[in-house]
């Protein structure tokens, strides 16, 4: 069974920083990507950051130069560093793990900022 644990959310006030982990455990089949989604109330689930197992990174516009994406390959963790946050950025973030057989959702983590 594999699980995708996040943490690291919380409440910040504008231009503040807040780091996320993710976690995934059990998987029998390397991880390729993992990623970072959020979603507000009445939105849909968009992209924020991926990283594959190489490194390779990509962003989303609203969060380039803000954010930052790294991976741990050897503890299967991946790791959001979100500087200067904006109420804007208030959503719950999910951590998206990616095998060559499927994919895995955490629960979310709650990140909400104050004006």
């Known amino acids: 069974q594999v699980q995708v644990v996040e943490s690291g959310g919380g409440l910040v006030q504008a231009g503040g920083s807040l780091r996320l982990s993710c976690a995934a455990s059990?998987?029998?089949?390397?991880?390729?990507?993992m990623a970072w989604y959020r979603q507000a109330p009445g939105t849909q689930r968009d992209l924020v950051a991926q990283i594959t197992s190489s490194g390779t990174t990509n962003y989303a516009d609203s969060v380039k130069g803000r954010f930052t994406i790294s991976i741990d390959n050897a503890k299967n963790t991946v790791y959001l560093q979100m500087n200067n946050l904006k109420p804007d950025d208030t959503a719950v973030y999910y951590c998206?793990?990616?095998?060559?057989?499927?994919?895995?959702w955490g629960q979310g983590t709650q990140v909400t900022v104050s004006s």
């Open positions: 059990g998987s029998r089949f390397s991880i390729n990507i």
């Open positions: 998206r793990t990616t095998t060559r057989v499927r994919d895995y």
